[in-house]
């Protein structure tokens, strides 16, 4: 199993990005599928999730202004980052089952 994270950059507060998570590997269909983050100095934490059925969940933190979805034909995750904030500055992973992906910076300038 391997995933491929990309779209990480560096953008103001106000604006947005979009983090592709591309699997190989496994079924991607059926697993549910994860983005978490790091910033430094902390814990990594659970972003957002979508089931297989599509039931999503987000962290407070980001609940209306991040999108998670998924395009089970492409094997690709995605996270739609709006109204991004300096707290929102970090490394931001993709995960399905066990496997995490190599993780891709995200930095917001005040």
């Known amino acids: 199993v391997q995933l491929q994270a990309s779209g990480g950059g560096l953008v103001q507060a106000g604006g947005s990005l979009r983090l592709s998570c591309k699997a190989s590997?496994?079924?991607?269909?059926?697993?549910?599928i994860a983005w978490y983050r790091q910033a430094p100095g902390t814990q990594r934490e659970l972003v957002a999730t979508?089931?297989?059925?599509?039931?999503?969940d987000y962290a407070d933190s980001v609940k209306g202004r991040f999108t998670i979805s998924r395009d089970n034909a492409r094997r690709t995750m995605y996270l739609q980052m709006n109204d991004l904030k300096p707290e929102d500055t970090a490394v931001y992973y993709c995960k399905v089952q066990s496997t995490w992906g190599q993780g891709t910076l995200v930095t917001v300038s005040s």
């Open positions: 590997g496994l079924h991607f269909a059926i697993n549910t």
């Open positions: 979508i089931s297989s059925g599509g039931g999503i």
